[in-house]
């Protein structure tokens, strides 16, 4: 295992606008981009058809050189070079765990790291995308929750870690060979550090690059938001993105969401059931995806499994049952297999598809809720955090 290089973030600074140097062609809408072009020069008659050759050669081909964009005159190109970059982030350590998955740490503007990760499976390749360099939501059963929100990533920084995976994975097509309709990566799930509806506007112009039919070109129905219940932005990200929803719900009665899942207090249960029931008419989503982690003797009784199918009635859905990921100094044990087993199948015989995700990366501290940066890994003790959930 590859250690990680320590980091201080101390300062709680949530910056809308991108870094101070040259401006970074990664991240910017077509119609941002358009309009940096023409304040560099571009003819404003040439602006839209320049986007265009500029976007393929970005985001289809994965061109970080303008000096390779050999359909742009030598003249333009290097006014580019001088005006713009092209800059997605850091890898500072990559490591691969003994089932596949990969977890890079990698390094933004200044000087902040988070954590990304790849998982390989036979039908698919899903990556993990963080959204916030920390978190907001202090989730007590959340590794990433205990450590401070720093700041929100801009959209460059979000869609520059689908490219940073892109180019590990050697996923870029080769000009003049044939097509390849293999995608090793094939899903994005915004399931990483961070509450990705807390940094609606940046996940939004990220996910819809990720979306372009010119580019990524990724299926809506490829891409998976997660949250932990921010009501207000939810018909949001179905009028906006259009993509799958995940819910971190993990509780069935507000007195135990609260612990779990603070945000709860301000939007409980009933809040959000209700927001839930219009989202797939509004986005035309299959069906929501409530995540379920299955905490020792906190949320796991046959009751518990019982009150979600009534909560969720009438909601188009699937449950999926996570094992809790241990990590150290956490509060919380995971549910025996029998227990896991049994809670899955009240859920399948009330007609949910109940899958039992298999942790991954554990051995690389990849696994759901174990994403962190290093410098913050084990701050707090189990006592401390205890104490903090009143479990």
Not at 152 to 166: F, K, P, S
Not at 280 to 297: A, H, Q
């Amino acid at each position: 295992m590859t250690a990680t290089a320590p980091i201080t973030q101390d300062m709680l600074t949530i910056p809308r606008k991108a870094p101070e140097g040259l401006p970074n062609l990664v991240g910017m809408t077509r119609d941002a981009m358009r309009e940096a072009l023409i304040a560099a020069g571009t003819p404003e008659k040439q602006a839209k058809m320049r986007v265009g050759q500029i976007w393929q050669w970005i985001y289809h081909w994965g061109v970080r050189d303008f000096a390779q964009m050999t359909n742009l005159a030598k003249d333009y190109r290097a006014m580019l070079a001088e005006k713009f970059v092209i800059s997605v982030p850091e890898v500072v350590t990559r490591q691969v765990s003994e089932d596949g998955t990969r977890k890079y740490l990698v390094r933004i503007a200044g000087g902040h790291e988070v954590e990304i990760v790849y998982i390989p499976e036979e039908d698919r390749g899903t990556l993990c995308v963080s959204s916030q360099v920390g978190c907001t939501l202090t989730c007590s059963f959340c590794h990433t929750g205990t450590q401070k929100l720093v700041r929100n990533l801009t959209a460059g920084e979000i869609i520059g870690q689908v490219m940073v995976a892109r180019d590990d994975l050697d996923e870029w097509p080769i000009p003049g060979a044939p097509k390849n309709e293999t995608r090793l990566l094939s899903n994005i799930v915004l399931m990483g550090m961070g509450e990705p509806l807390y940094n609606f506007e940046n996940v939004r112009d990220a996910m819809k690059i990720a979306m372009d039919p010119h580019g990524i070109q990724l299926s809506r129905r490829r891409i998976t938001l997660s949250t932990s219940g921010v009501v207000p932005e939810i018909s949001r990200t179905a009028e906006e993105i259009g993509c799958q929803l995940a819910i971190s719900f993990h509780a069935t009665t507000d007195e135990v969401r609260d612990k779990l899942v603070p945000i709860n207090k301000r939007w409980n249960i009933a809040e959000l059931v209700e927001a839930l029931r219009s989202y797939p008419k509004v986005s035309n989503s299959e069906r929501i995806t409530f995540e379920y982690v299955m905490l020792d003797g906190v949320n796991d009784s046959d009751d518990d499994a019982r009150r979600l199918i009534k909560l969720i009635d009438g909601i188009p859905a699937k449950i999926n049952l996570i094992p809790f990921n241990e990590w150290p100094g956490a509060p919380y044990k995971r549910s025996s297999n029998n227990r896991i087993r049994r809670f899955a199948d009240i859920i399948y015989k009330a007609g949910y598809a109940s899958p039992i995700r298999t942790p991954r990366g554990e051995d690389i501290m990849a696994a759901c809720g174990q994403l962190k940066s290093e410098t913050e890994r084990g701050r707090k003790t189990k006592a401390q955090i205890a104490a903090e959930t009143g479990l």
